[in-house]
Each structure stands twice: as C-alpha cells, then as structure tokens.
C-alpha cells in the first residue's frame, strides 16, 4: 500500500525548511537551506525575496524527491512563515519592489511613536489586538511605498500586492494565481480587525495602505489553488496555511483554553490559547488569533521575545566564542552558573512586556574572572529571565499556566530548557519532535484536504518526549530575577 504524507513548508527567519510528514506525526523527509539576513543600518533587518523563495523551493523539491524515492504520495501541502516580514511585489510581473522587511526590523519606530501620539483614540488594540509597533507590517508596507519610486501610485492602481511570506510563497507556487493568507497572518499586519473578521479600511487610511494591495483572507485549513506543476512537478493541494507560531499552537496540540506553549527560534513566542474570547491585555501583551477553522475563530495572548536563538547565533557569529549553536550547550556546562553575567539581548530592541524600540543590548556583570562558559551560560538565562517576564505578565492578565510546553531549535538544549523550569518555576514538557511548527502547517494541510476529521484527533497523536522540573530553591530564584531586573533596567529607554 502507498504510504501517504503531508508536505509542509516552513519558511523561518534563519532558514527555509520542507518537511513530509506521515498522518501519524512521523517525519519521514527533510531538506533545510540556510537564508542570510541583511543588515543595512543599525536596527535594520532585511531579507531578499528572491533568496527566500529559491531556499523554500529548493527545500520542497528535494523533500519531495525524497518522498518520491519512498514511494510515498503527497496528499496536500502546508505553509507556516515567518509572520509581519513584509513583501510587496508587482502583480504583472512577480518581482518584489524591494528587499522583504523582516520582523525584527525597528526603522519605523519614529512613525509608530508620532502614529500613536495622534491617533490613540483609535484604539488599536481593541481592533486588531496590537500597539502601535514597528513589529507589524501596516509601518513597513507605507515605508515601501513611500521609497520605491511610483510604488504608491501603482499600488493605488492595483498593481501591486502586499504579502506576508506564506503570501508571497502562495502566488509563486501557485504561478500567480491565487494571492491570499489566512486569518492568522492577516491579524499581525495591524491592518485585520480581528473581531468584525475584515480587513479595516480606516486603519488602511491611516497607515497609508491601499486596500487594493491585501490579499484575500481565508481560514486556516482551506483551499488555497494547487502549485503550478511547472515548479514543483506536480499539481498538490495548498490547504493549510498559519503564521509559525500559530501553527506551533497547533503542532503542540494547544486546544483547549488555557493550553499554553512557547516556541524558541530566532525569537521566542509564548502563546496562550483563550478560547473564544479575546483577551485585551492591560499588561503589554498581545490579543491574537490561533487559528481560523470553518470560519469561527479561536484567539491567543501572546507574548514576542525579539531576541532568543539570536542571542545565542550572537555567540557564534558575533563574539566567535564557538563554531556553532549545537556547542553552545556543552560550553554553558564548563560554568555551575553565569558567574553574576547578565546578558540583556536588545540587539534590535525588546519585545513584550517592555516595548522598547530604542534599547540595544548589554553584556553586565563583567570581572577578570568571566570566561566564555559564564558569556554561554548568560545568553541561555536572558532567554529564560524574558520568558519569565511574559508569564508574569499573562499572570496579571488573569492567566497562570500550570505548566509549560516548548518547542523549537532551543528546546533540544536540556541545559536551557532546566534553567528555564527553575527560574518559571514550572514544569517544562518538550514534545516528541519539536518540529512544532511545520507539523502544525502539515496538520492544517491534513484538516484542509480531509486526512484527520477533528482537532480531537490531532490531539490524540500529541505525544511528551522529555520533562524538567523545576529544582531551584525559591530565595535563590528571586535573587537572580533581581539581578535580571537590574540588568533590564541599565538598557530600557522606556
């Protein structure tokens, strides 16, 4: 019998991964390709478009030919992203008007302060579940089409359209004909009224997008057209799409209110799944939606960590002090502890709960004694001390999880994932796989083509790969989050 699998793209930061998956959750293909980021000015981040599509190409040709090679068949395929990186492109031809203008990015800061100064009555949060923030893409898209040359004008024209990664990948794969994104994706623009379920055209007035340039907004198990088989060899079904940490929520299983887990990639992301009612946090975190499902609508309170496995590729990269992040683990080990080290990662600000655009890092701490086991062990404890803060957040917010899932690459250093149960002072389950994120994409794409009949059976496949307790003595964790507090304190603008 031929064995069937569920092929999902997984477009990040870093990377562009393809994944197949078989319908019990087991990964049986892979390809990775490496993506650069572009640093033009300082709180500048960029991607090339172009780059991004051919490492996500190439990633799902080659897992298809190994899927091939198997003698598997490919029901349907997912798309999780990167979510608020920004691309616009023209309609007639496919080619991006300018570098995608990544999540990270902060040169909108200026804009977001004078927006909110002026228009706070506005009340975005209560529309879209976001704060004024160079974060989103509504700041972004207006930067393009204030700098491209007669962008503006094209745009007002139809001529151009914006999208989110998945979106972009959607009208390449597609060979242009279908230019839409899903519901989750569509509510971190700060475009999406997340509660009317539309795009809003006064918040478009104000940020200076035309409505002509959005794409159209689906569920997040639908149908989204069939790739061109002039690029991927064959007609498969796009039935899944979400953003990545919308499709973690749902790769962990996170179906009930309450459920809770946090993805560690580039970034951090602790979501939070509050049914069907929206949470508007009184404490800097984020309103959202999980997932868009038959047209009702589950939402989320999120928390974004800008900088996590970034701090961590700082180490390689930046300082030199190993050759890559797999060693990082066993370095943080040579030391029982940072050593009084606090490492504050604001390299392009920090995220919820502090909302600080203008904050750059900080290495504190520093004697004749630090060696580069205390520098290791530092960036593992700023992940951990920021996740802290979040929780603490959502806990003022009315939410206290009682335990904590994780995934993403950050969750395969059992050194970390310890350090983060003593200083939350909460149990840590880490999943199976912790591909969370394309195996949400796959699930979606299962859901969409008819492969699983219910989030029920999604759920049943979940299964724990490993637990951490916490051990760290109450008087001992207050004192470090102190010396974090302090440390957050020396950098913060805001």
Known sequence: MTENVLLAIDQGTSSSRA???????????????????????????????????????????????????????ALALGITNQRETTILWDRRTGAPLHHAIVWQDRRTAEQCRELEAAHGALDLQRRTGLRFDPYFSATKIAWILDRVPGARAAAAAGRVAFGTIDSFLLWRLTGGRVHATDATNASRTALYDIVAGRWDPELCELFGVPLACLPDVRDSAADFGTTDPAVLGRALPIRGIAGDQQAALV???????????????????????????????????????????????????????????????????GLGLVGSAAEVESLAREAA?????YLVPAFTGLGAPYWDAQARGALLGLTRATSRAHIARAALDAVAYQTHDLLEAMAADGRTPQALNVDGGMAQNDLFLQRLADLLGLPIARPRTTESTAFGAACLAGLGVGAYRSLAELAGMARIGARFAPSLEAGARAAQLAGWRQALARVRTS
């Open 251 to 317: 790769g962990q299983a996170c179906f009930g209110e309450g459920d809770v887990k946090s993805t560690y990639g580039t970034g951090a992301f602790l979501v939070l799944n509050t049914g069907g009612r929206l949470i508007h946090s009184t404490n800097r975190l984020l309103g959202t939606i999980a997932y868009r499902l038959s047209g009702t609508v589950t939402y989320a309170l999120e928390g974004s960590i800008l900088s996590a496995g970034a701090a961590i590729q700082w180490l390689c990269d």
């Open 19 to 73: 994944i197949a998956f078989r319908t019990d959750g087991r990964q049986v293909a892979v390809d990775q390709q490496p993506l650069r980021p572009l640093y033009p000015a300082p709180g500048w981040v960029e991607q090339d478009a172009e780059e991004i599509w051919a490492t996500a190409l190439t990633a799902a040709r080659r897992t298809l030919e190994q899927v091939d090679r198997l003698g598997a068949t």
């Open 337 to 341: 502890d940072a050593g009084g080290v």
